[in-house]
């Protein structure tokens, strides 16, 4: 067997053990409806709904997966903007209430934070980030889950790097070192970058800066977004014109692993930017200027996802990159040394005893099945749409002068945020 084969393999059987089952969307569904009895007790949070978004919502989770929760304020229809103050005093609600209550592990509060953030840990050992009002964080959730429409090797590869890095210790905001996200971006920079490109640029999808469109009527926001989106990628795979690319899992894993090993050398003069789909000049991009940008938020410019990334740490996350290439292109290599470079060592005692394979399936030459996750992703918002709606509904009721009609999202919109179906 060649080591492209074995990569390839071994990939295949680590997304087996990291894709998630039935029980653990169950678990995440029961995670927000116990934090939405939590906020409906809390009297400054009156009317208030508790929203998912993240990597739950964009469907790019792994068993083992954080939650990122947003609890959105009662506002009738309407968008709206509450203070840093305003979501620090009611984060801090939320935790005398859930330190009362019990049952809630590692609670802390980053009030000063860019955004304030609640963290803490479930009874489940399923860590959750709450914050306030994220419709960004939310609308970003499912511009991610939108792009896999376009390929669906891109989830493969986000759960892939993922574990990567954790495996690597190079997925953690908090010691200086790359969040979720942008690993997510950097894929989607990878796929906009491969020779033939897979994505297109993020400004052909979206264009403009989206989170400076989330103003007036909630619902009219979001659908000028979706209906924008569905419009775009739906034209963008219908180009006959368009080449395909053919990369194996594995391919695109290598290219991933060297197109980026030297990314603590470029970052002195060259930032990412999905948004424009390539390597931008700092020194002359006026947006970036005078900071030194790593990884541009394409929807929300020109934040910088990587700003926790320090000069030292940035040479280690590179020095992983390397380390990792290495190891795949060795002689030598055998499906245990790959695992050890691939994933954390609680994953490892998975694959290594025996392979997370069918033998009926190796038999015959084909790849085993790789399962998808259980519940159908385009339905995790819509569920807490719903929830929101219903509630407005009831607003509205009690006060008929008021009453705003808030359109359903075209049933085109919902064909996009559907998983293709996996065989």
């Known amino acids: 067997m060649s080591g492209g084969q074995l990569l390839e393999l071994t990939l295949r059987d680590i997304l087996h053990v990291i894709n998630p089952l039935r029980e653990d969307w169950s678990i995440r569904f029961y995670i927000i409806n116990e934090l939405q009895a939590v906020v409906q007790s809390i009297e400054s949070l009156r009317g208030a709904t508790v929203e998912p978004f993240g990597s739950f919502v964009s469907n790019l989770f792994t068993r083992w997966g954080d939650l990122d929760i947003s609890i959105e304020l009662s506002n009738g229809s309407h968008i709206l903007s509450a203070g840093k103050k305003h979501k620090q005093m009611l984060l801090n609600d939320v935790l005398r209430v859930l330190r009362t209550k019990g049952g809630w592990r590692n609670l802390h509060f980053f009030a000063n934070a860019r955004i304030p953030i609640l963290k803490l840990e479930t009874s489940h050992s399923i860590s959750c980030d709450i914050s306030i009002n994220n419709l960004s964080g939310q609308m970003k959730s499912k511009l991610l889950f939108w792009m896999n429409e376009i390929d669906g090797r891109f989830r493969d590869m986000v759960l892939l790097i993922k574990e990567w890095a954790k495996a690597h210790n190079i997925n953690d905001p908090k010691f200086g070192s790359l969040n979720s996200y942008s690993l997510s971006l950097l894929v989607v920079f990878h796929f906009q970058t491969c020779v033939p490109a897979i994505f297109p640029p993020l400004k052909e999808i979206y264009p403009g800066n ?16 979706e209906e924008t989106c569905a419009v775009n990628i739906n034209r963008y795979r219908s180009d006959s014109s368009r080449l395909t690319n053919h990369s194996s899992l594995s391919q695109l894993f290598m290219s991933f692993l060297e197109k980026f090993s030297d990314i603590s050398a470029k970052a002195a003069t060259q930032g990412i930017s999905p948004y424009t789909g390539q390597w931008e000049d700092i020194d002359t991009n006026m947006r970036w200027l005078p900071k030194t940008y790593a990884i541009e938020d ?124 996996e065989s």
């Open 210 to 225: 989206m989170v400076d469109d989330l103003i007036g009527v909630r619902a009219l926001a979001e659908k000028h977004v």
């Open 298 to 421: 394409p929807f929300e410019q020109p934040v910088n996802t990587a700003r926790t990334v320090s000069n030292k740490q940035l040479a280690r996350i590179s020095n992983s990159f390397q380390t990792t290439l290495n190891m795949v292109n060795a002689a030598n290599q055998d499906q245990s040394m790959l695992v050890s470079a691939l994933v954390r060592p609680q994953i490892s005692q998975f694959l290594v005893k025996p392979p997370f394979r069918c033998q009926s399936s190796h038999s015959n030459g084909t790849r085993p099945q790789i399962p998808r996750a259980m519940q159908p992703a385009g339905r995790v918002q819509d569920q807490f749409q719903n929830r929101r709606s219903q509630k407005r509904q009831n607003e509205t009721n009690q006060r008929p002068a008021q009453v705003v009609h808030i359109p359903k999202v075209h049933s085109q919109v919902q064909q996009v945020w559907r998983p293709r179906s």
